[in-house]
């Protein structure tokens, strides 16, 4: 029985769908390739950094690997107790004399019969390193962001100015910034307060500018049709559809700077972090524990506290799913 062809317009149309498939085909192979070549890459750095660490470790790297967790091991207190004793200043049945033991030396007495345990007191130094920080560097943030926003400032020159400074402020970790303070202010919070307080407000910056550029331009371009400026165009335009991601972007940034001025407080900064550090090195082991449930109870707190003071200032509704489509 003899082939009957269609009507030339399927053919064209059978056709077609098979260069498309065709095409398809081709663009799977390739990205299977690639895909392949990535995961060979990675796997070729992967080994020469493993190799790169075994080398530096004096070639002890693999060998030492199945003893990797022997220091947490080998370090645990005398007793679960020590720990609670650690935390609030408690005298030991084990005190012989020693540092380790002798946890009430370092009371902070606020009056003769009442005093702070020095780990929370630490912890409250540490605290408002975070806080005092997040101020100054959001309020740095703020009035930078609007400046390099594409949207409200027509000068290239200056956003491009503005935007590097940004950078600059940014590009060093926090604790880069501390150790050269500390060389001309020596260690301590005030060090600590500037290298966090930097950082914010590069990093506050950023994110502050993104989110003036992506507001509505109805409302300015209503103020400008009115003779309004731009300070007024700015507060009365731009400033109450983007004040809330602020908040919710300087809440954020203060438990980041929580964990800023723990790390900055091992190197000198003062705080939690730098009795932290001396409790560790000493083989303190009771001291230790207590001062990392704490800074994980702070932080769990920390989170829990913006969490409740972002639906408090931007709406629960904003957090329920499903509403927004609603």
């Given at each position: 029985m003899a082939h009957v062809a269609g009507p030339p317009?399927?053919?064209?149309?059978?056709?077609?769908?098979?260069?498309i498939l065709d095409h398809y085909q081709s663009q799977v192979r390739t990205r299977r390739i690639y895909t392949v070549a990535s995961i060979v890459v990675f796997l070729i750095v992967l080994a020469a950094s493993l190799d790169f660490a075994n080398n530096a470790n004096s070639g002890k790297f693999f060998e030492r690997l199945p003893y990797f967790f022997d220091f947490i091991k080998s370090f645990v207190p005398n007793s679960p107790l020590e720990i609670f004793r650690a935390m609030f200043d408690l005298p030991s049945p084990y005190a012989d004399g020693s540092i380790k033991f002798d946890y009430t030396s370092d009371r902070v007495w606020i009056t003769d019969s009442f005093y702070?345990?020095?780990f929370f007191y630490q912890l409250a130094i540490t605290l408002n390193i975070a806080i005092v920080s997040t101020i100054l560097g959001s309020t740095g943030a703020f009035l930078l962001c609007f400046f390099a926003s594409s949207n409200l400032?027509?000068?290239?020159?200056?956003?491009?100015?503005v935007r590097r400074i940004m950078e600059i402020l940014r590009a060093f970790p926090e604790i880069v910034i501390a150790g050269l303070l500390a060389?001309?202010?020596?260690?301590?919070?005030?060090?600590?307060?500037?290298?966090?307080?930097?950082?914010?407000?590069g990093a506050l910056g950023k994110l502050f500018f993104e989110v003036v550029e992506n507001a509505d331009m109805k409302p300015d371009e209503g103020l400008r049709a009115s003779g309004a400026n731009w300070l007024e165009r700015v507060r009365f335009a731009i400033l109450p559809q983007v004040l809330p991601n602020f908040v919710s972007y300087t809440l954020l940034r203060t438990e980041i700077n929580v964990r800023a001025s723990t790390i900055i407080g091992a190197v000198g900064g003062g705080g939690i972090g730098e009795v932290f550090s001396l409790s560790i090195g000493r083989d303190h082991a009771?001291?230790?524990y207590a001062i990392i449930i704490l800074l994980l109870i702070t932080v769990i707190c920390v989170d829990q506290f913006s969490a409740w003071l972002r639906r408090r200032l931007i709406g629960k509704q904003s957090f329920e799913f499903g509403r927004g489509a609603a």
């Amino acid at each position: 029985m003899a082939h009957v062809a269609g009507p030339p317009q399927f053919n064209g149309l059978q056709d077609s769908s098979r260069t498309i498939l065709d095409h398809y085909q081709s663009q799977v192979r390739t990205r299977r390739i690639y895909t392949v070549a990535s995961i060979v890459v990675f796997l070729i750095v992967l080994a020469a950094s493993l190799d790169f660490a075994n080398n530096a470790n004096s070639g002890k790297f693999f060998e030492r690997l199945p003893y990797f967790f022997d220091f947490i091991k080998s370090f645990v207190p005398n007793s679960p107790l020590e720990i609670f004793r650690a935390m609030f200043d408690l005298p030991s049945p084990y005190a012989d004399g020693s540092i380790k033991f002798d946890y009430t030396s370092d009371r902070v007495w606020i009056t003769d019969s009442f005093y702070i345990p020095n780990f929370f007191y630490q912890l409250a130094i540490t605290l408002n390193i975070a806080i005092v920080s997040t101020i100054l560097g959001s309020t740095g943030a703020f009035l930078l962001c609007f400046f390099a926003s594409s949207n409200l400032v027509g000068s290239r020159a200056v956003r491009w100015g503005v935007r590097r400074i940004m950078e600059i402020l940014r590009a060093f970790p926090e604790i880069v910034i501390a150790g050269l303070l500390a060389a001309i202010l020596s260690i301590g919070p005030i060090a600590a307060i500037i290298a966090v307080s930097v950082h914010t407000i590069g990093a506050l910056g950023k994110l502050f500018f993104e989110v003036v550029e992506n507001a509505d331009m109805k409302p300015d371009e209503g103020l400008r049709a009115s003779g309004a400026n731009w300070l007024e165009r700015v507060r009365f335009a731009i400033l109450p559809q983007v004040l809330p991601n602020f908040v919710s972007y300087t809440l954020l940034r203060t438990e980041i700077n929580v964990r800023a001025s723990t790390i900055i407080g091992a190197v000198g900064g003062g705080g939690i972090g730098e009795v932290f550090s001396l409790s560790i090195g000493r083989d303190h082991a009771a001291k230790t524990y207590a001062i990392i449930i704490l800074l994980l109870i702070t932080v769990i707190c920390v989170d829990q506290f913006s969490a409740w003071l972002r639906r408090r200032l931007i709406g629960k509704q904003s957090f329920e799913f499903g509403r927004g489509a609603a």
